[in-house]
């Protein structure tokens, strides 16, 4: 099956820096990647769509300038928490679906941050 | 937007039962997909069922897009079996986003 991953797994930044995450699709490409967070116990709640060589589309209540997306590739989407605080901690997670195929979403495996 | 319902919260089991998930959505769907999230938060693709059945191994999933609902069978659970069971589905159009429900949290003991 499609593999999705992510970097870091995990990150612990103080508060007032910036924290980039990576996600990649390795077998497949995917014009769009999407960008998940998750807060204990709680579900997936979708942040942005993120589109190969164009602005990302941010859900409602989402900061766009604090949680920049980056689509540099068919392979790549980065997204930079900027002056990251203790309430932006929290489970983050991308999902890629294959541009060749319109069916099933893959998922990273998270990156795990917390802001201290 | 869409809602997606799951039932119910929370399940408890002995090893070597059987149960039923059930995921509600409220407005018809392109894509439906069902997902075991690990211990590590990892999310395992189950089944990818916007309509009809599906089997694999002990877990089956069944999808009626009329009735808008889909249930996910596990026989004789295993302790690996633990962990949270999300349905998520394709909102307006397919390639968008997948919503999801808030999960069935299932706990198998020995």
């Given at each position: 099956g499609a593999v999705v991953s992510q970097h870091p797994s995990r990150v612990i930044c103080k508060s007032g820096t910036s924290v980039k995450i990576e996600c990649r699709s390795l077998d497949f490409q995917a014009t769009t990647m999407f960008w998940y967070r998750q807060f204990p116990k709680q579900s997936l709640m979708l942040m942005a769509t993120s589109n190969e060589g164009s602005k990302a589309t941010y859900e409602q209540g989402v900061e766009k300038d604090k949680f920049l997306i980056n689509?540099?590739?068919?392979t790549l989407s980065t997204l930079t928490v900027t002056s990251?605080?203790?309430?932006?901690?929290s489970f983050y997670i991308c999902s890629a679906r294959?541009?060749?195929?319109v069916d099933e979403q893959y998922f990273g495996p998270g990156t795990r941050l917390t802001v201290t | 937007g869409i809602q997606v319902e799951q039932s119910p919260p929370d399940l408890i089991l002995q090893e070597g039962a059987n149960s039923t998930l059930r995921c509600n959505f409220s407005d018809s769907v392109n894509n439906l997909q069902w997902f075991h999230q690990n211990p590590w938060g990892q999310l395992i693709n189950l089944f990818y069922i916007p309509s009809g059945t599906k089997q694999n191994g002990r877990l089956s999933a069944t999808t009626v897009a009329t009735e808008r609902y889909s249930l996910l069978y596990i026989s004789?659970?295993?302790?690996?079996?633990s962990g949270v069971y999300f349905c998520a589905v394709e909102r307006d159009q397919a390639g968008t986003a997948l919503i999801f429900g808030k999960g069935t949290t299932l706990s198998v003991s020995s």
């Open positions: 689509h540099a590739s068919l990251a605080h203790p309430e932006d901690s294959d541009s060749d195929r | 004789s659970s295993q302790t690996t079996d």
